[in-house]
């Protein structure tokens, strides 16, 4: 899909561009005007079926957006429904046709009100996320700087990651076997099951996890599948097998709940939730309510590049780290640019889709990715003809 206008008809080849109405009258002569806007779906199935605590799924869909402006093109993307292509390209992208490339937060505002009425979260936000996430790749290149310099350099050298998966479809032997080549292969110091589809089999499956991966941490995931009591039942027996990470085990819109799940848990176990955080406003509520010990945020739903550096400036205001959830490869940069941040999801759908469709997707060493610094914005190409046959 794509969106595209020729430059105005009262423009000469040659001439300044017709500046966008958000642009500052003193920039007239010295814009970057956007020429096109893309986006495209693309579905690719699991490797074997997967379901977590609340949802059971076959297939994966990512959106890809590209935008070009002053000879470059910048890349994004969103793991989000298909129609997502199509408000990006109907909707989103005429605010963005002739405007300045360089004005990101202007840009990101103006797609934010024009969401107004469709309601910010969900869809919305995970199509302004990929379109942010392309302006920051787009504005790297035009300077030709990896990202993270862009970003004000690295707060870290590597990030670190865990590995997640651990379906509550799996077997017990395809769990071991899961955590046993990220721990042994990748060298992840951390990995995360999926829990709460069947909270009575749960232990004995947290427990099998902590056979195979020995003294590493383990992290558990509910999705929000639990009540109150029935996560602090969880929390309890998880305890036993050292757990020390215990995600949304009730839902991330009960900040109530999670509070209460955080203040009678073992002190030896985090809580943590923000997954399903799209504006800066769903992390501040989240703060206030005391709700989380490691805030999570994903730039594919909170708005992109710049809607996660605001997640990162809320949590070092109120001094509680930052979890990166999923989508590695494209949270590369601005991770390594987070002051607070502890670690980065590995998830093993997106690994498998990143490696498959870009070119430059990281791989872990000792347990950490690292960006190529010999490669511009977020480092990424994408693979157009790999991804042809999964296209929507």
């Given at each position: ?42 579905k ?71 969401v ?26 035009l300077?030709?700087?990896?990202l993270?310099?862009l ?62 991966i ?12 639990l ?100 989508a ?9 640019a ?5 670690h ?25 990715i ?23």
């Amino acid at each position: 899909m794509n969106a595209h206008q020729d430059s105005p008809a009262n423009s000469a080849p040659g001439a300044t561009p017709i500046k966008d109405a958000s642009d500052d009258s003193h920039a007239a002569t010295d814009t970057t005007p956007i020429a096109a806007v893309r986006a495209r779906p693309y579905k690719i199935p699991t490797d074997l079926p997967e379901a977590d605590g609340t949802f059971e799924w076959n297939a994966t869909t990512i959106v890809v957006v590209e935008i070009d402006a002053g000879g470059c093109t910048g890349l994004g993307y969103t793991y989000t429904d298909a129609s997502a292509a199509s408000l990006i390209v109907d909707t989103l992208a005429p605010e963005l046709l002739h405007a300045d490339a360089r004005r990101i937060r202007a840009l990101s505002l103006k797609l934010w009100r024009r969401v107004r009425n469709l309601g910010r979260s969900g869809l919305a936000a995970t199509a302004i996320s990929a379109i942010d996430c392309a302006l920051w790749d787009l504005n790297a290149r035009l300077v030709e700087v990896p990202l993270v310099r862009l970003l004000g350099g690295r707060a870290r050298e590597c990030v670190p990651i865990y590995g997640s998966g651990g379906f509550t479809s799996y077997t017990d032997a395809q769990l071991r076997e899961q955590f046993v080549r990220w721990v042994e292969n990748d060298g992840c110091r951390a990995v995360k099951m999926k829990v709460g589809s069947d909270p009575a089999r749960d232990p004995q499956r947290v427990k099998a996890a902590r056979d195979a991966i020995g003294e590493r941490q383990l992290f558990v995931d509910a999705n929000g599948a639990l009540t109150v009591k029935q996560a602090l039942d969880c929390a309890e027996r998880f305890a036993q097998h050292g757990v020390s990470w215990f995600e949304e085990p009730v839902s991330s819109d009960d900040l109530a709940g999670l509070n209460a799940v955080r203040c009678a848990a073992p002190a030896s176990m985090d809580i943590a939730a923000g997954e399903y955080g799209y504006t800066a406003d769903d992390f501040r509520h989240m703060l206030e309510a005391e709700a989380v010990d490691v805030m999570q945020a994903d730039l594919t739903r909170c708005g992109g590049v710049t809607g996660f550096l605001q997640a990162a400036d809320l949590c070092d205001a109120w001094h509680i780290p930052l979890s990166a959830h999923c989508a590695p490869a494209l949270h590369l940069h601005v991770a390594a640019a987070a002051p607070r941040l502890r670690h980065q999801e590995w998830f093993h759908d997106h690994v498998r889709i990143e490696s498959m469709l870009f070119d430059g997707a990281p791989r872990p060493r000792d347990g950490a990715i690292m960006p190529d610094l010999s490669r511009p914005g977020c480092g990424l190409e994408f693979k157009r003809r790999d991804a042809e046959r999964y296209a929507i």
